[in-house]
């Protein structure tokens, strides 16, 4: 088979194979992935995905103090826990009417940062990366791997590998130079997360109404000068994995239908903005806007809010296929925000977890994950939106709101500009990430070292702010608050892999009500009550097939790629292949795919 | 491999310090389907000293060749083919292993009906979801060692706090705590939420070790913890203990001093992050300014919330600190025997006892 084949035009009889990959992912759930693939006509005819772990965070929240909702739900993860402490935090901030010193956030802000570039890189080069690495290539697309052998790389003058699978090569498992340099990276990250926020995963020194970490000197030089050891490894990133993805586009003519859906993108906005935020509802909007990453919803490529307000209140719970009873006919919590908005019945503020086990039913209730959406107030449509991975829709975002101007980052429209300083060997660069034509499984990898580069840039300007202060005298990191009778909060950042919103009730100074929304239960969410597939399903199913294995040693590599492309909360792999196919039925013509935009 | 005079011999097998009976090579079966987030995983990959790799690798002198099976650092293909190694231990065809399970292990048996609160892979018979306890039920007994990573899996962790609808526990509670693996060993505790990377790495390293019969077995105190990682308490490490001595005390967050007033549970929780930071010496908790909230202990959370609160007793102590020492270590001891038991209603009955009522919205 050569690389160039074009794919089947004439439609064939189906072959269709039942095919699925359980266990794939462990920390917010143990992934499945079920599908149906028409061999013959080489696509993907039908897919669930499905979780089989439940632990009922908001379930045992109910009674406990408020304060301690930050130092519990950080346990929801156990790779982006801070992530969850800080939007708790956030939350609760709302809710208590307490403002952290401003050296605070830069504190918050640089802990973050470090923790995107982190994960992002152990994530894409340790085990997304593992999936377009030679072995996996040369197992799945022989003839491909021969094509990159003969292939100049473009950026070979920056990461200096000769041919594309140089670079393949250079991703193999625990042998390629630039896997293991990336585990060494990660840990040079993390000491960077450890000295702003105390411990990695679940961090020690995060509170509401600030942080306890000491600012001194060298808590800002330590971590400058690890980000200055790893700020050529992330240039050299960026420019191999463009390398990569530009090849497959044109080694696999039709790559970009793999993991393709409509763009129907959600960015929660990361990196408050110390001088606007003020965490009063009113004010959201002003200081939604203001935060570093801009948040939006994005659908057909059009931004159609980056107000945090209306973000707020377009968010829905929806069941359909989850093993959860519904809680609609229960008294609300809110009726309205607190500018008199109604808040509707399926919104997170009034959500009630009751679990009830039951038998996995892929016709009926197969996962423990409920379905997010987003009402799209204009065509009273719930959306199925994705985090595209979290930096596709990050960027995109940014970009298109336009709002960013910085130091090293400003967003043009169409693109975001990233400049980052001279490190040991490469001179300073400027990076250009422009808004893609897809929303699809290379443009979600490809997002990923930009951001990461974004990450990097953004940490100089806040370590150039708080260094500022710092030696101005202007030490204070925390702020005392009384936990009010009654109130409610809520709290929208980006965990690394998405959306991430807390949302929380407070009655007799205890909670009432509290509901994280990470972003795996938007992006692996089964079926809702419409029958709207959730983004993992809705990506895989209806995709053509590269892989040139048959039904007896098929691997799945291209599934598996989109899956993994929207970085399925976890540092693990994604495993793939769980034995050999069964074919099920052969039938003509089935009409899959048109649901695809 | 040798050395002589300029010329280097390299021998197929690493060598040895010395003769010794035991195991050349084992297994490591990985499960972290418990209720857990995985970030005990994720904290081994931070450990250096020594790195997993290097253990993979056979860069540590003196251990079994060792052949890890866990999701984040397999390279196998995953489904059916990454799980065939746990299916071989279960029908007794692959030996030695050592079990390590991480997360809390639910209660099926609250469970009327199909369901199942996790589970890992499916029957391959049946093809419906095979549960965490069917797996724990077939391996443990087979394991030569198991042990419990993270404070979850060891003694229920914060899935088990009261309220919670799982009913889950920790290892020793579902297998009992007079459990004993084919090596003799009870079930190895190493708690932390999550676990501090070099304590989980030193612990295993020295089951490795006594596998490879180079080594005793590891001292494990009462609660089957290593000895020598959690024999003192965090304040016997902190930063801050002069303040405390001095009866100095910080009065919010903003404040470099003894943090007891603030939460800070340091003076009866066993554990030796403070001394010793949380990577590389780097971070950690009261030393760098954050409380401790006693996240190794068997009665975590519910023992230390609200964590922002001065532990019930601290104001005694602290006022009286310095005239009554003995007293205060004598008080400080009753409240550490306190805070070293599991709540009660961790079991694997047919009741759910953890408080929760699911309709308690009314
Ligand atoms: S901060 Fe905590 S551990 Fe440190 S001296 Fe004070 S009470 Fe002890
Ligand atoms: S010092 Fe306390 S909070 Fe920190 S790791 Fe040890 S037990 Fe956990």
Redesign the pocket.
């Known amino acids: 088979m050569t690389t160039t084949e074009s794919r089947p035009t004439e439609r064939k009889p189906a072959q269709l194979v039942d095919m699925s990959w359980d266990p794939i992912t462990r920390i917010i759930g143990n992934l499945g992935i079920y599908t149906k693939i028409d061999f013959a006509n080489r696509e993907v005819v039908e897919c669930h995905s499905t979780s089989s772990l439940f632990r009922g965070y908001s379930v045992f929240m109910k009674g406990k103090d408020p304060r301690d909702a930050g130092f519990i739900t950080s346990r929801i993860c156990g790779i982006c826990g801070d992530n969850h402490t800080t939007c708790s935090n956030y939350a609760q901030q709302m809710a208590y009417g307490v403002k952290p010193p401003k050296l605070a956030e830069h504190i918050t802000n640089l802990g973050e940062a470090a923790e995107y570039i982190f994960d992002h890189t152990i994530f894409q080069d340790n085990l997304v990366f593992v999936d377009f690495c030679e072995a996996m290539v040369k197992a799945t697309n022989p003839g491909v791997l021969a094509r990159a052998e003969r292939t100049a790389a473009p950026r070979g003058d920056i990461h200096g590998y000769r041919t594309i699978a140089d670079i393949m090569k250079a991703f193999n498992p625990f042998e390629g130079e630039v896997y293991k340099e990336a585990l060494k990276v990660s840990r040079i990250t993390r000491e960077m997360f450890c000295l702003m926020e105390g411990r990695h995963v679940h961090p020690s020194t995060l509170y509401p109404g600030g942080v306890g970490t000491m600012p001194q000197p060298n808590t800002f030089t330590d971590y400058l000068s690890r980000l200055m050891r790893v700020i050529d490894f992330i240039k050299k990133a960026v420019a191999m994995n463009d390398d990569v993805f530009d090849f497959f586009y044109e080694a696999l003519p039709g790559y970009e239908e793999v993991g393709k859906r409509r763009i129907l993108l959600g960015c929660w906005g990361a990196f408050q903005n110390p001088d606007v935020v003020d965490y009063r509802y009113a004010t959201m909007n002003e200081w939604g806007r203001a935060m570093y990453v801009t948040p939006g919803v994005i659908v057909d490529g059009q931004l159609v809010t980056n107000n945090l307000i209306d973000i707020n209140l377009g968010l829905r719970i929806m069941l359909g296929s989850s093993f959860y009873e519904d809680w609609v006919n229960e008294e609300p919590f809110v009726t309205h925000d607190p500018l008199g908005n109604p808040v509707d019945m399926r919104h997170p503020w009034n959500q009630t977890t009751v679990p009830v086990p039951q038998k996995r039913d892929f016709e009926g209730n197969y996962s423990w994950v409920m379905s997010p959406r987003w009402y799209h107030p204009a065509t009273g449509e719930h959306l199925a939106l994705d985090t595209g991975g979290g930096p596709l829709a990050r960027l995109w975002s940014t970009a298109l709101s336009g709002l960013v101007d910085t130091p090293y980052v400003k967003a043009t429209g169409g693109a975001i500009r990233i400049t980052l300083p001279r490190g040991e060997k490469l001179p300073e660069t400027t990076l250009e990430w422009r808004i893609p034509k897809w929303s699809n499984t290379l443009e979600r990898d490809r997002a990923r070292p930009y951001f990461i580069a974004y990450a990097a840039a953004m940490a100089l300007q806040f370590l150039d702010e708080a260094m500022g202060m710092l030696r101005n005298g202007d030490t204070k990191v925390y702020e005392n608050f009384e936990v009010p009778d009654e109130s409610i909060g809520c709290g929208f950042h980006e965990a690394v892999r998405g959306v991430l919103s807390h949302h929380l009730v407070i009655r007799d100074k205890k909670i009432a009500n509290y509901h994280p929304y990470p972003p795996t239960p938007w992006n692996a969410s089964p079926r809702d009550i419409y029958g709207t597939p959730g983004p993992y399903e809705d990506a895989v199913q209806g995709q053509p097939i590269f892989e040139e294995n048959g039904p007896d040693d098929f691997k799945g590599v291209d599934i598996m790629r989109t899956v993994r492309s929207f970085d399925p909360c976890l540092p693990c792999g994604v495993h793939m292949y769980m034995g050999k196919g069964k074919t099920l039925t052969t039938v003509h013509s089935p009409t899959y795919g048109a649901n695809h935009g | 491999m040798t050395t002589q005079s300029g010329t280097t011999e390299v021998q197929g097998e690493p060598s040895r310090a010395e003769a010794r009976e035991g195991f050349d090579e084992i297994t490591i079966l990985w499960i972290s389907e418990g209720m857990s987030c995985d970030g005990d995983t994720v904290s081994l990959t931070a450990a250096g000293q020594p790195s997993i790799e290097d253990v993979v690798l056979g860069l540590i002198p003196g251990l079994p060749k060792v052949n890890l099976v866990n999701k984040v650092l397999s390279p196998s293909l995953g489904g059916e083919d990454f799980l065939a190694p746990y299916r071989a231990a279960a029908r007794g065809e692959l030996e030695p292993f050592i079990l390590v399970i991480e997360g809390s292990i639910p209660n099926q048996n609250i469970i009327e009906g199909d369901g199942y609160w996790t589970s890992f892979g499916n029957h391959p018979d049946t093809g419906e979801p095979q549960t965490l306890n069917e797996w724990i039920d077939d391996l443990a007994p087979r394991a030569w060692a198991v042990v419990a990573a993270g404070t979850c899996a060891t003694f229920g962790g914060i899935h088990a706090m009261a309220g919670n609808p799982t009913g889950c526990m920790g290892l020793a509670d579902y297998l009992g705590w007079d459990f004993k693996a084919r090596s003799g060993l009870p079930v190895v505790n190493v708690p932390g939420c999550p676990i501090q990377p070099e304590n989980f790495m030193e612990t295993l390293v020295w089951v490795l070790q006594h596998a490879a019969g180079g080594a005793p077995p590891p001292p494990l105190d009462h609660m089957l913890r290593p000895q020598w990682l959690f024999g003192k308490t965090?304040?016997e490490g902190?930063?801050?203990?002069a303040?405390?001595e001095q009866a100095d005390f910080a009065r919010d967050y903003n404040s470099p001093k003894?943090?007891?007033k603030v939460g800070?549970w340091?003076?009866v929780v066993n554990c030796n992050v403070?001394k010793r930071g949380w990577m590389a010496g780097i971070g950690g908790c009261?030393n760098v300014g954050g409380i401790?909230i006693g996240c190794t202990m068997p009665s975590f959370p519910d023992a230390f919330m609200p964590f922002m609160d001065e532990p019930p007793g601290g104001t005694l102590s602290t006022m009286v600190i310095r005239p009554y020492g003995a007293v205060i270590r004598r008080l400080r001891g009753l409240t550490n025997d306190m805070v070293n038991h599991e709540p009660r209603w961790r079991h694997n009955k047919r009741k759910l006892t953890s408080g929760y009522d699911p309709h308690w919205r009314a």
């Open positions: 965090v304040h902190c930063d801050r203990a303040y405390y003894c943090q007891v800070c340091g003076p403070p009261p401790c």
